[in-house]
Each structure stands twice: as C-alpha cells, then as structure tokens.
C-alpha cells in the first residue's frame, strides 16, 4: 500500500499521513499555516507500507523505534 507521509523537517516526531499526493499536499499546506513553517520546510515522502500482517507489524515497531 502507498502512503505519504508529511512532516516538518524541524520535528522528526510529527508526522502526518496521506493517502494520495492531493490529500498529501493539503496536509503539507496546513503544517505551513499551523507551525507557520515555510514549504520548503516540510517534505512529503512516498512510502512504501506492508500490508501482511508479519511486515505491517515490523514497519509499525519501525516507527516506535
């Protein structure tokens, strides 16, 4: 399954989730409103996510970790 995830290249901890580039892009213009960080600012990131169960479980811990 593809995802993007979006996030502020200040905050490593937050991160948000998108699952198209339009709705990546909408969550990426509000970090700029919110955090009043400028775009160049943010990425969004295509990743690449598991979807059985033993994968999912592994990317899970892999952002925990």
């Known amino acids: 399954m ?8 200040t905050d490593e901890h937050l ?5 198209s580039q339009a709705e ?3 969550k990426r213009n ?3 409103e919110r955090l ?3 775009r160049s600012k943010t990425e969004a990131v295509e990743v690449d ?4 169960k033993q ?3 592994a990317f899970l811990e ?3 970790g």
Not at 15 to 19: K, R, Y
Not at 49 to 52: K, W
């Open 2 to 9: 593809r995802l993007y995830r979006v996030r502020p290249l």
């Open 15 to 19: 991160s948000l989730w998108a699952g």
């Open 24 to 26: 990546a892009s909408q």
């Open 30 to 32: 509000a970090l700029v």
């Open 36 to 38: 009043g960080v400028t």
């Open 49 to 52: 996510v598991p979807t059985d």
């Open 55 to 57: 994968g999912l479980i």
């Open 62 to 64: 892999g952002l925990t």
